[in-house]
């Protein structure tokens, strides 16, 4: 083989890499319309995103703000939860492979899932160290997994007693209340038996708050998960759940409803 010939293919070989690179950083951004949709959900504007949604799917293709958008609006936990983890696995450099870690650490916490989801804060404290979740204003309302005085744990690590104070405080009018099933609900407790979770019920709804228990069965277990109050927005919620934290000492955790 010639030296021109040589050339000639590494020149291409080098060409075939810088094209691949460029493709997987091109995928990598997030468009300005993929930031708006996204900034519309966290503002509880899901229904106008989900219209629009299909196109965003089909313009940018292996795109990981779509698909962390995909798994935003999912119409199960489980499918989102797909969603997350392939930002995470095929784009951990992306800007939202951090928030994804932290809403499958959501979704395993929400389940009562509690070893399985420390091993996913401990990833995103591993990989994502300055992450905002971890540094910034959510990480105030974030559970301390560990933490006894908060509750006790069964031995099939589902939470069975909530503590809950001897002279709790009244809650702020402006939490109670409401009937409206909002985007955004604050979880406090995730429970192996209905009693437990209807005694948390009635804890918060004699504070006059508006409480529900959701059953959800994953792995042939049963959970009673009781969400206390309807929000639309999560910041909204994390404010609450702050309140929550001080006034009652019982730790809590922002769901999105599917």
């Known amino acids: ?35 708006d949709a996204i900034a519309k959900v966290d503002h509880g504007q899901a229904e106008d995103v989900k219209r629009v949604l299909p196109d965003l799917a089909a313009k940018f293709q292996n795109n990981p703000g779509v698909l962390y958008l995909q798994g935003r609006l999912a119409a199960d936990g489980i499918e989102g939860v797909k969603f997350y983890q392939s930002v995470v696995d095929n784009f951990p450099k992306s800007e939202y492979a951090d928030a994804a870690l932290y809403h499958i650490y959501q979704y395993y916490y929400a389940l009562g899932l509690y070893r399985t989801a420390e091993l996913k804060m401990q990833a995103l404290r591993k990989d994502y160290p300055a992450s905002p979740f971890l540094t910034g204003s959510q990480a105030a309302s974030m559970p301390a997994l560990e933490d006894p005085a908060v509750r006790v744990r069964s031995k099939d690590d589902t939470m069975s007693v909530a503590a809950a104070p001897s002279q709790p405080a009244e809650p702020a009018p402006s939490a109670a209340g409401t009937a409206v099933k ?45 969400w206390v109050g309807s ?9 609450f ?12 955790i922002v769901v999105e409803r599917y």
């Open 1 to 35: 083989m010639s030296r021109a010939s040589t050339i000639v293919r590494r020149t291409a070989g080098f060409f075939l890499l810088l094209g691949a690179f460029l493709a997987v950083t091109h995928a990598q951004e997030t468009a300005p319309e993929i930031r």
């Open 182 to 226: 909002a985007p955004y609900t604050l979880q406090t407790g995730a429970f192996s038996t209905s009693a437990n979770a209807e005694k948390q019920k009635n804890f918060f709804e004699d504070k006059g708050f508006t409480v529900e228990v959701t059953n959800k069965v994953r792995g042939g277990r049963s959970l009673f998960l009781v």
């Open 231 to 239: 929000y639309g927005t999560a910041d909204e919620a994390r404010r």
């Open 241 to 252: 759940g702050k309140e929550v934290r001080s006034k009652y000492n019982i730790d809590s």
